[in-house]
């Protein structure tokens, strides 16, 4: 069997894939982020690199989903408000950046993932204080969390996951429920970026996916042993120091 697939830059998606998983898996978020950070530093255009890590999710969260969903902790209330919400604002964050040149938007991009780095260091060391749940606020999270993941590749889980979990959400309900309607809302947008830029450049998602396959167990793994806060530590310097490289 031919192996001409294996090429450099595959390896490099698939190692990129690896990484975030690991990451993800242990954090329970940062894989978009970490994905489209690490894309960028490699020379993929903002546009490409959201939707080649959007087709990469809609694997990766059909397991986290199905997994949730399979030790009950979806609150389908929960994501009933999320997921319209995400949904539309994924198909218009994903519609935006398509028909954005790549080089004008890319300085914004790294902005905003700068401040998804400063924000997930902001959680790292934030007391964990009980509030009161204020429900009303779940579309607006979720519409707002959609928009921003489509166009900056990344943030779902930094912006929705610890919105409700600050505002008092059962955390177990809130993690599940917002890992099954992650993959409502990358199906969405990775669906508006194949209608807008086509499958022939989405192709490289083939090494993400492959990557993030093979590092699940080991995420798994890793959230049993390690300490949240110096990971999360770690994560948010990575991505804050690669995105600021990236506007120098």
């Not at 519409?143 to 900056?152: I, K, R, S």
């Amino acid at each position: 069997m031919s192996l001409d697939f294996l090429t450099s830059e595959f390896l490099i998606f698939v190692a990129i894939g690896f990484f975030a998983q690991i990451i993800d898996g242990a954090l329970g978020m940062a894989f978009g982020v970490l994905t489209t950070t690490s894309l960028l530093a490699v020379g993929v255009a903002p546009a490409a690199a959201s939707a080649m890590t959007h087709v990469t999710e809609c694997f990766t969260t059909a397991a986290s989903g199905a997994s949730h969903l399979y030790n009950r902790n979806v609150d389908w209330r929960l994501v009933a408000r999320l997921a319209p919400a995400g949904m539309v604002g994924g198909t218009i964050g994903a519609f935006v950046l398509s028909n954005i040149d790549g080089k004008a938007i890319e300085p914004f991009v790294s902005v905003y993932l700068i401040v998804v780095g400063l924000f997930i260091l902001y959680k790292a060391f934030q007391p964990k204080f009980p509030r009161d749940v204020r429900d009303w606020i779940v579309p607006f999270v979720g519409g707002a969390g959609g928009l921003l993941d489509a166009m900056g590749g990344g943030g779902w889980g930094p912006i929705v996951t610890s919105s409700l979990l600050g505002r008092g959400h059962d955390p177990k309900k809130v993690i599940g429920s917002t890992n099954l309607t992650e993959f409502a809302v990358t199906t969405v947008i990775s669906a508006t970026f194949i209608v807008a830029l086509g499958w022939s450049e989405l192709s490289s998602a083939l090494g993400l996916i492959l990557g993030g396959i093979l590092a699940a167990p080991i995420g798994a793994f890793i959230v049993r042993h390690l300490p949240v806060k110096p990971l999360m530590i770690a994560v948010s310097v990575i991505i804050i120091g690669t995105a600021a490289v990236r506007l120098v």
